[in-house]
């Protein structure tokens, strides 16, 4: 941890359903870190571009709108807030419109290139932990830890299924498994940004380990680099 930053960067990937927002919330509260919800601030981005009636294709108007846009998060209890131009839209970002619209939003290298640029405003003075699949090798990639999270697909689909079923839907163990293997070909194969290991990233497998475990891990990790700054 260089001198002068109040903790370290923490740089969280892996696959959709290793448990990584869990994790990385978890081990944000445990170290007094902020939790940067980088996915919250592309969904304020899709809520502004339907707002507006910009298209995912409209490069040069998706320009003109995020140089005059303003994507910021706040602590309020503990849980991130996201201020999109002043204004709290932690609620509206959650809708299923949203839902369906972040991700071509997210994908469009325009989109990527600007909150790129303020995930790092955010995070420079560290004492933050971000997930992602980029994050790593992309946003920070000079973060002082990287971790990226892997599991197997049968365990990886029976998580997702129970936050499904919590959530009122019902969806087949094979269906949940194919959705997650075509997301992971997504995330792997798509042209920018894709999901990959940083080369000096600590693999950590959660096919066996609860949430718990997984946090204790890397809080562990975080211990190991910067044992003085870490005393939880």
Not at 196 to 225: S, Y
Request: charged share 30%.
């Amino acid at each position: 941890m260089s001198p002068g930053k109040r903790g370290l960067i923490i740089a969280i990937d892996g696959v959709a359903g290793s448990g990584k927002s869990t994790t990385a919330k978890l081990v944000a509260q445990r170290l007094g870190y902020m939790h940067m919800d980088t996915g919250a601030m592309y969904r304020a981005v899709a809520l502004k571009m339907l707002r507006c009636g910009v298209e995912v294709t409209d490069s040069e108007k998706i320009d003109d709108l995020l140089r005059n846009t303003t994507v910021t998060q706040k602590e309020s209890d503990s849980q991130p807030r996201i201020v999109l131009d002043g204004a709290d839209v932690t609620d509206e970002i959650r809708t299923p419109e949203i839902s369906l619209w972040v991700g071509p939003v997210s994908e469009n290298p325009l989109v990527r290139q600007h909150l790129v640029r303020w995930q790092r405003e955010l995070g420079k003075d560290g004492g933050v932990v971000l997930e992602g699949r980029d994050i790593g090798t992309v946003v920070f990639p000079d973060a002082d830890l990287k971790v990226y999270m892997v599991a197997d697909l049968k365990a990886r689909a029976k998580r997702r299924r129970k936050e499904m079923l919590a959530k009122g839907l019902d969806q087949s163990q094979a269906e949940v498994e194919a959705s997650l293997a075509a997301r992971d070909e997504r995330d792997s194969t798509r042209e920018h940004s894709p999901l990959r290991k940083a080369d000096d990233a600590i693999v950590v497998d959660t096919t066996n380990l609860t949430i718990g475990d997984q946090v204790e891990r890397v809080v562990e990790l975080a211990r190991k680099i910067a044992p003085t700054a870490i005393r939880t």
